[in-house]
């Protein structure tokens, strides 16, 4: 059978009127009118007489289709079979026969008879038809890489000769290996005799193939046809799974940390295997799991893996930073000036943190005292940071003492009537001042445990006085005199403000005797003058005091 077809379309290709071994061979179209003519279309020989047309049976016996006298023109039907209604002759004395099928495939065959000979002309019929259709059937949505995995199958339906079906990728043609399988297929139509060819392809995809565009092609000698398929998406299985911890660098005690697990397969797979601590948690749908929260003792190794094939996984290790500070003092601490102090720092941690002090913002030491000063007061602030968490802790010392009387002075006003009295003490809380004797203008001033206070009074006689301080701890008490503003001319104490109103009055008295000496030159000097001009009157003597006078005329006498 199949060399009868490859004889057949080497005729065809050859030309339809070469003739093999005597017979003339002519192809038809099936369904259509086949022509067939009778000695290549030769006209007959002038002594013609009659044209028959003829053919042979399956069983080698010949069927009589027509005659046609060459006198009349008009052919004689002498088919009595189912060549009867479908046989005609045109002019030329060529055999038409209509609505060919593959049944008249056969030898038909001109006989030519004149006065003076009889030939004859046999014909050979092949009849062709193209595929009714090429179609595709159970065309593959993906691809699996290293895996034979069916593309689709290629049906070429009634076709005479058969279609012949091939395979290409990117145009080339596929050959059958290891990554291709055809699986051809032929189907004979009993009733027409017409053939179905189908074909299969199965392929073994690499990842490359992603873009790659299938095709079956269907060869006939009348039409070729091509079907497109693809490019196909390739799936194959993760070979590598990953997990990452989606976080900061570092983690800290209380972060929410993600957990992201990777498969390299397409599709990605949707399910995973989260191990936590003993733990077995399955996730669908989503890649990743959350531990919110996360405590220290979560540190440790965590694994994911595929939910569809456990060997598949990944391991990180989480290690959680953590610190915890407290100090051995707190709140507000209340020690008494000349103590000591200490305080001790506790800390847990993951690490070694940075440990640092402040005291009131500015930078100190850790703080250890071994006698308390009032300026030791303060806010004292310990922080510590280990690998992005920082911890403070506080406490306020406040140091107390009993007060102090560190000086008392005086110093006379500005108006010399008054004295300003200052006293300055130490204590702390801030003490009360008291004094033994009435006063204004009172000037306090506290600072960092020093206090001063000044107040103004008024002498009217020698005075002690008192400056008291005190605090809910004690007091203190100190005295000094005070002498009277009129009668200090006498007092000759070692203060200071006396010895400023010694020098006063020596000054006093330094310019009282300058002026007498003065006037007593004045007058003498008017005296003398007067003498030599004569011109000196007693009566002027009234316009000086009793006491210059009386100078004045000792002054005479002694001249
Ligand atoms: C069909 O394809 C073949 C080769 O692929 C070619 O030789 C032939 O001429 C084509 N026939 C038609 C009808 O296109
Ligand atoms: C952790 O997640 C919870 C809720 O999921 C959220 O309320 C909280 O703010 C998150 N904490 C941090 C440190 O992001
Ligand atoms: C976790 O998975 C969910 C669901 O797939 C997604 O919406 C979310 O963005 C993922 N979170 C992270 C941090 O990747
Ligand atoms: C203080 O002044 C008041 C009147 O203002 C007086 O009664 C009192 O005796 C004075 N005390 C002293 C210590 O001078
Ligand atoms: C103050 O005066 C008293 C007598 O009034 C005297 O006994 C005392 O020594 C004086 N104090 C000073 C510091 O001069
Ligand atoms: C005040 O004291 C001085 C000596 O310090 C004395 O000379 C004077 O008499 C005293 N005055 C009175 C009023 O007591």
Redesign the pocket.
Known sequence: MNTLVFLLLALVSAGTHDQVSGTEKITGLYGETVVIPCNRGDPPPRDLMFIKWKYEKDDGSAGDLLIVQANSGQPTVQSTDDYADRVSIDDKYSLLISQASLKDQKTFTCMVVSGTNLMEYPVLVVIYKKPSSVTLMDKSDVLQKDKLTSVGTCVAADANPAAKITWTKNRKPLVVDGKVTITPSMKLDPATGLSTTSSTLQYAATKEDVDSVFACVS??????QTIDLGPFPIHYPSEKVSLEITSKVSIIEGDNVTLKCHADGNPPPSSFFFYLKGQKILVENSDNYTLNGISREASGEYKCSLADDEKMQASQSISVSYLDLSLSLSGQVVKTVGDTLSVSVDKSSSGEPKVSWTKNGKAVSQPEFSKLTYADSGVYVCEAVLSGIVQHQSFELVVEGKPVIKSLTKLRAADAKHKVLSCEAEGVPEPRFQWSVNHTGEDIFYNNGKATHKITMEPRENLTVSCTVSNKLGEDVRTINVSSVFKEKNENQGSREDFQDQSKLIVGVVVGLLVIAAVVGLFYWLYMKNRRQGSWKTGEKEMGTSEESKKLEENNHTV
């Open positions: 060869t006939h000698v009348l039409t070729n």
